[in-house]
């Protein structure tokens, strides 16, 4: 039996989490498996005159190739790109967490495997006093962490590991995406190293910084290339076999 979710959380925002999200399911669909992906709220979306646009949740939809509907993949977007609960109350809205464990649920019928994307990381408010940890046991499904490999990512990363542990989360492993074009220093050495003997989780890749991240220039193929190079992918799905 396999497990039928993973939970892409981060140690901040803006470390990765979307193309860890899609260039997994892509990975993982070229292991044979049927991937549908999800981003339970989306903040930050575009405003159009035919609506919001969901820029995380399309490039999940677009990347993977997945023909569910963005209110399955995304059923919250706000416009603020704020953590959840705060968009929602700027917008007098509410977010119902049963709503978003329906739609996970249902993607869980249609697919093999779903790929579920956090906002932020796993202390960010989804609504009121719910955590996105909250949602993560709701699920109970296993967690990967993605964390920047600069300065700074020892202390991030240990606290996202060592609460979730405490927490009775299990996570899968680490990956450490390379955020920005310059020249690794001692720190972007060191800090895999350093992380995985601190705290006893497998480092399941590092990932190269990579241009011109958009559905338009970057191909799925492209992308899972790059995953099935740098990723361990096949320890991952050995993970989910259970």
């Excluded at 989490?17 to 992906?37: I, N, P």
């Excluded at 020892?154 to 920005?180: C, K």
């Excluded at 190293?193 to 399941?204: A, F, Q, V």
Aim: net charge negative.
């Amino acid at each position: 039996m396999m497990a039928k979710g993973i939970f892409i959380t981060g140690t901040d925002t803006g470390v990765g989490k979307t193309v860890v999200a899609g260039g997994l399911a892509c990975a993982l669909k070229r292991e044979g498996l049927d991937v549908g992906v999800m981003k339970p709220v989306q903040t930050g979306c575009i405003e159009t005159a035919k609506g919001l646009i969901a820029p995380d949740a399309n490039f999940l939809i677009n990347i993977t190739g997945v023909k569910d509907s963005v209110d399955l993949v995304a059923p919250y977007r706000f416009k603020e790109p704020l953590a959840p609960s705060v968009a929602a109350e700027i917008e007098d809205r509410e977010i119902d967490i049963e709503k978003i464990i329906t739609s996970y649920n249902l993607l869980t019928k249609i697919h093999d495997l779903v790929i579920v994307e956090g906002a932020g990381g796993i202390l960010v408010p989804v609504w009121k006093d719910v955590l996105f940890i909250d949602i993560i046991r709701k699920l109970s499904i296993p967690v990967i962490i993605v964390a920047r490999i600069g300065l700074g990512t020892i202390n991030h990363t240990l606290l996202t590991a060592r609460y979730a542990l405490e927490h009775g989360i299990n996570i899968i492993g680490i990956i450490f995406n390379n955020t920005n074009s310059k020249e690794d220093g001692i720190a972007e050495r060191t800090n895999p190293d350093t992380i995985k003997r601190l705290c006893n989780l497998p480092i399941l890749g590092i990932l190269p910084f990579i241009n011109n991240l958009n559905t338009e220039e970057v191909k799925s193929g492209d992308l899972c290339s790059i995953f099935t190079e740098k990723i361990d992918i096949k320890y991952i799905k050995s993970f989910l076999s259970v």
